[in-house]
């Protein structure tokens, strides 16, 4: 029996099936144990090998993304954000959004979730197999600045313009210069009708002239931004205050 398992876990190694081979001797004996067909045996064996290929495409998935964390939109405190209802978070799930290139715009004061929920819809287009890039405001202005000289920076920005969808998180967080302003303005201008644009900020639009410094950028860049969106106004509380851990007990 062992050497045929061996014989069986080579072969499985030849065809590539890495974890497979590294579960065999497992599911080999759940299925004595359960007394499966073979049939069951074998499904099970292939899902656990499909399984963990999607785990590691989606894990480098993430990592060319750029993602700073997994928040996954299961893990979204609904029930804590009056803003969205349950069926508003499912439309947003289903993605058609995307499919027709149009950009989100998630508005709200700091801590009230538009991050997680941003990060969150990046993981479920991954995981349909959409090219997803995530940055912060701060980040993007630097790529754009150091793109002629920095090998890397080119290199973000030309993943960061092929993506299906580009999330910007802290958008006029920091005021910028007329130079950023355009830099920004060029690359909404590229991505403008082929890749939706998930963007979070503490301020609105109404506000956004004061932070670029200039009118004209201004309008261009809202112009691209809002022909086709959806703009998400989340209120309430900080959550980070509200579930604050403390050093001191109760």
């Given at each position: 029996m062992t050497e045929t398992v061996a014989e069986i876990r080579q072969c499985l190694r030849a065809l590539k099936l890495a974890e497979a081979a590294?579960?065999?001797?497992q599911i080999l004996m759940e299925a004595e144990s359960k007394q499966w067909t073979c049939q069951q045996f074998l499904r099970h064996l292939l899902g656990h090998e499909l399984h963990r290929r999607e785990e590691k495409h989606l894990?480098?998935?993430?990592?060319r993304a750029s993602s700073p964390e997994i928040k996954t939109l299961d893990e979204f405190h609904l029930e804590e954000q009056q803003s969205l209802s349950k069926r508003q978070i499912q439309q947003l799930r289903e993605l058609l959004w995307l499919e027709k290139a149009y950009n989100?715009?998630?508005?709200?004061p700091p801590g009230?979730?538009?991050t997680h929920l941003a990060i969150g819809l990046g993981i479920d287009a991954l995981k349909k197999g959409y090219k997803v890039s995530f940055v912060t405001m701060d980040q993007l202005i630097h790529l754009l600045k150091t793109q002629e000289i920095a090998r890397t920076a080119q290199n973000r920005l030309k993943r960061i313009q092929n993506s299906n969808l580009v999330i910007i998180d802290d958008l006029m967080?920091?005021?910028?210069d007329r130079n950023e302003a355009n830099l920004f303005f060029q690359l909404v201008n590229r991505l403008y009708g082929q890749t939706s644009i998930i963007l979070t900020s503490n301020k609105g639009p109404e506000n956004w002239g004061e932070l670029l410094g200039d009118q004209a950028i201004t309008t261009a860049i809202l112009d691209r931004i809002l022909h086709k969106s959806e703009i998400i106004q989340l209120n309430g509380d900080s959550f980070r205050l509200r579930h604050r851990k403390t050093i001191f007990g109760n």
């Amino acid at each position: 029996m062992t050497e045929t398992v061996a014989e069986i876990r080579q072969c499985l190694r030849a065809l590539k099936l890495a974890e497979a081979a590294r579960m065999v001797d497992q599911i080999l004996m759940e299925a004595e144990s359960k007394q499966w067909t073979c049939q069951q045996f074998l499904r099970h064996l292939l899902g656990h090998e499909l399984h963990r290929r999607e785990e590691k495409h989606l894990a480098k998935r993430l990592k060319r993304a750029s993602s700073p964390e997994i928040k996954t939109l299961d893990e979204f405190h609904l029930e804590e954000q009056q803003s969205l209802s349950k069926r508003q978070i499912q439309q947003l799930r289903e993605l058609l959004w995307l499919e027709k290139a149009y950009n989100l715009l998630l508005l709200g004061p700091p801590g009230v979730g538009k991050t997680h929920l941003a990060i969150g819809l990046g993981i479920d287009a991954l995981k349909k197999g959409y090219k997803v890039s995530f940055v912060t405001m701060d980040q993007l202005i630097h790529l754009l600045k150091t793109q002629e000289i920095a090998r890397t920076a080119q290199n973000r920005l030309k993943r960061i313009q092929n993506s299906n969808l580009v999330i910007i998180d802290d958008l006029m967080f920091m005021a910028m210069d007329r130079n950023e302003a355009n830099l920004f303005f060029q690359l909404v201008n590229r991505l403008y009708g082929q890749t939706s644009i998930i963007l979070t900020s503490n301020k609105g639009p109404e506000n956004w002239g004061e932070l670029l410094g200039d009118q004209a950028i201004t309008t261009a860049i809202l112009d691209r931004i809002l022909h086709k969106s959806e703009i998400i106004q989340l209120n309430g509380d900080s959550f980070r205050l509200r579930h604050r851990k403390t050093i001191f007990g109760n």
